[in-house]
């Protein structure tokens, strides 16, 4: 059940964020922000108790686009765009980055997450290429937010399994904490039509986590995320161990991730801070198919060290970091440095401003300016406007060539060159209270663009696929509307998306593929606090262009969940898209035989309705 992230005028001024690397509330702060507060993570982990993807696909001009029909691959697109120019951040770093992309979401269990950090538009400055449509940050707990032992367990109508458990605590000069979970499910279709809607996989998930206070301004944590999964999709029968000559088709995937983690803090004084990070992720990746095999490990690490300077009415950030990337068939890094002002110009005008140069290996010197401006006349309303230019580096990881399991793909080469990318937001945000005080109301309508430059798409050359940059541009333009009404324990979310987003190719433009124009969602909602939590949601999504020219049928989605709080106790049950729309249900998703399938896109769920329910016990 998706809450309205957008600022809460009685809620959130007390709140801060770790995205923009400044010290101020998100009140104050000239950079539209979604957050996704701590009880809302914990409303979506009642939906999705073993990865992230309901945490972003909820929320207006996101959606999580299935990219592989039976292994489930996912990414995340914001407002039109591929998700390879969606950044997705853990704790202010990197976390699923170039061969983790497509299965990273389904990977993350959310039980130790603490807020998430939604930042659409180009973001680039302060996190260098990738940030072209936007971050997520996914921002855990500490043993600061207090001392916590929580478990969950639950079960789903389509053969799933998830336990996981959480512990926090805080010492005098040490705190720790520790994220363990299994996650399981059978091969489920509840189509008939033979393939996986939902693959076999097992997955563990171990994050232990150890914070040292040195002194009453000096801080170090130490982290290490692992992730170990067998994910097997494909034919039903194959899956279930009753293959033979016709029932042969199968993807099995294999992962192992490794990632440490390393935070210095130090503050000099009351407004002058250090802080020095480092993670080093190494990702295995084996993709088997009947007749072909991808592997690949890509060790990845990202290194920073900032300041930041806090003033009446000046804040300043400055920062280096380093970026390396190395795969089997290639290697790069980037050398970064940036500053970020923020300048309360008077009583109702607030501008952010920041600069970024980089220096990408084989490609030269990258310039990244970036501009915000808070408008707040009057209490009850505020607008903001922000700009800024963006980059991305030539990656085999993609969408498209996820969906071909990276089959016959040729590597880059000399002639492929950086996508360059500029876009704009401006939003206006009203509250108030209205029949005398009774409902709370409140409006936010944001307008976007944004444009990349010789995007890297994939073509055919020589008979095999190939990335290669066009001759021409992605644009997406639209809006995004969410309104709010709260009256006592109930409250109401209406949200519309416009996305019109096209490609132009050597002079011929198009509709984007997979894109909704309009999509529609509203979520009812009523919460007694430590009583119980009900809610009802609805999504609607246009017609979707596709690759043979044609559009999808349009699709609307219904949910419902409730939950029971006790004082150390909660047991939830919800039903996921209980009017079962998916895809399966306008035709088939392959072609040929089913020995040698050929799939369709994805542009709809494909299992349909689910039933989950479990238990939560905290202490």
């Not at 790069?332 to 309360?344: E, K, L, M, T």
């Not at 800024?388 to 002639?415: C, N």
């Not at 109401?492 to 132009?504: F, I």
Request: charge should be neutral; glycine fraction near 10%; hydrophobic fraction near 35%.
């Amino acid at each position: 059940m998706s809450g309205f992230a957008q600022e809460r005028q009685d809620t959130l001024k007390a709140i801060s964020v770790v995205s923009t690397r400044s010290s101020r509330t998100i009140e104050r702060i000239p950079t539209r922000i979604e957050f996704v507060a701590e009880e809302e993570v914990d409303e979506k982990i009642n939906m999705k108790p073993g990865d992230i993807r309901v945490m972003m696909s909820e929320s207006t001009g996101i959606t999580t686009q299935q990219t592989s029909a039976i292994s489930g691959n996912s990414a995340i697109r914001i407002q039109g765009l591929d998700g390879r120019y969606t950044l997705i951040l853990k704790d202010g770093m990197p976390a699923f980055p170039g061969a983790a992309s497509g299965l990273g979401l389904l990977q993350t269990p959310p039980l130790d997450l603490k807020q998430v950090e939604i930042i659409k538009g180009s973001t680039s400055t302060l996190y260098g290429g990738g940030a072209i449509a936007g971050l997520v940050n996914l921002v855990t707990k500490t043993p600061d937010d207090g001392d916590e032992i929580s478990f969950l367990l639950n079960g789903t109508s389509a053969g799933g399994l998830d336990a996981s458990g959480f512990a926090s605590h805080r010492f005098k000069k040490a705190g720790v904490t520790m994220l363990a979970t299994y996650n399981h499910n059978q091969a489920y279709d509840p189509s008939g039509y033979g393939f996986t809607a939902i693959p076999a996989f097992d997955r563990v998930v171990m994050n232990p986590k150890l914070f040292l206070y040195l002194s009453d301004a000096t801080k170090l944590s130490l982290g290490l995320n692992s992730m170990f999964e067998n994910r097997l999709g494909g034919d039903i029968e194959y899956v279930k161990g009753r293959g033979d000559g016709t029932h042969s088709y199968f993807e099995r995937n294999k992962t192992a991730m490794l990632a440490s983690q390393i935070v210095f803090s130090h503050d000099f004084s009351e407004r002058i801070s250090l802080e020095a990070k480092n993670n080093l992720t190494s990702y295995d990746r084996r993709i088997t198919l009947p007749d072909y095999q991808f592997d690949g490990r890509q060790i990845t690490s990202f290194s920073e060290i900032n300041l930041k300077q806090k003033g009446d009415i000046l804040d300043w950030v400055y920062g280096m970091n380093l970026w390396t990337d190395k795969f089997t068939s290639y290697s790069h890094s980037v050398y970064g440095a940036f500053i970020q002002n923020d300048w309360d110009v008077s009583r109702w005008l607030s501008v952010e401003t920041g600069l970024r140069g980089d220096y990408v290996q084989s490609f030269g010197p990258e310039i990244l300016p970036r501009i915000s401006f808070l408008f707040k006349p009057v209490t009850r309303f505020s607008s903001r406007l922000g700009g800024g230019m963006g980059y991305k580096v030539p990656t085999l990881f993609t969408e498209e060539t996820e969906r071909i399991q990276f089959r016959d793909l040729q590597p880059l080469t000399s002639d492929n060159r950086i996508e360059r990318s500029y876009g704009l937001n401006w939003d206006f945000n009203y509250s108030t209270r209205i029949f005398g005080g009774a409902v709370s109301f409140s409006v936010n309508q944001l307008f976007f663009y944004t444009t990349v430059k010789n995007p890297l798409l994939l073509k055919e050359d020589a008979g095999k696929p190939a990335l290669r940059n066009i001759q021409g541009y992605l644009d997406t333009k639209g809006g995004e509307t969410n309104i709010k009404f709260g009256w006592k324990d109930l409250h109401l979310y209406l949200g519309y998306t416009l996305t019109d987003a096209h490609t132009k190719d050597s002079g011929k433009l198009t509709e984007s593929l997979l894109t909704s124009k309009h999509r529609i969602n509203a979520v009812l909602m009523y919460e007694k606090d430590d009583f119980w939590r009900i809610g009802l949601e609805s999504y609607y999504y246009s017609p979707q262009l596709l690759s043979d020219g044609s559009h999808c049928k349009p699709y609307l989605i219904c949910g419902f969940m409730a939950e029971k709080f006790w004082e150390h106790l909660s047991l939830f049950i919800n039903f996921e898209n209980f009017t079962d729309r998916r895809q399966t249900r306008f035709g088939s998703i392959y072609s040929g035989s089913i020995s040698i399938p050929v799939f369709s896109e994805i542009y709809a769920p494909l299992d349909g309705f689910v039933m989950n329910g479990g238990i939560k016990i905290r202490f």
